[in-house]
Nanobody
Framework: QVQLVESGGGLVQAGGSLRLSCVVS????????MGWFRQAPGKEREFVAG????????LYADSVKGRFTISRDNAKNTVYLQMNSLKPEDTDVYYC????????????????WGQGTQVTVSS
């Protein structure tokens, strides 16, 4: 059973930074493309960033390009999301997800999900 556990969320002022982590267990981590998504109550889950199993390919939503960086450490079974220059509109629950296929922006392609971590950016 593949399990994903996120951490690193919290409350930060606008312009600040946070680093989210997601530890994966129960599978061969390097075989999974990983993604970060976010979701506000009553809204659809939104793609934030994705990374291939090797780390060679990375995708970003236009809204976070230049501010967020996704990375992974296959030796630690961990994917990260470094978030800089945070804005109040970045406030959401952030989820990591694993996909045995290619890197994708579509939530429906991801097979495994974490429970989410809350990020709140105050103005």
């Amino acid at each position: 059973q593949v399990q994903l556990v996120e951490s690193g969320g919290g409350l930060v002022q606008a312009g600040g930074s946070l680093r989210l982590s997601c530890v994966v267990s129960g599978g061969t981590f390097s075989m999974y493309a990983m993604g970060w998504f976010r979701q506000a109550p009553g809204k659809e889950r939104e793609f934030v960033a994705g990374i291939s199993g090797s780390g060679a390919r990375r995708l970003y939503a236009d809204s976070v390009k230049g501010r967020f960086t996704i990375s992974r450490d296959n030796a630690k079974n961990t994917v990260y999301l470094q978030m800089n220059s945070l804005k109040p509109e970045d406030t959401d629950v952030y989820y990591c997800a694993a996909d045995r296929g290619a890197t994708s922006m579509a939530p429906s392609t991801y097979e495994y999900w974490g429970q989410g971590t809350q990020v709140t950016v105050s103005s």
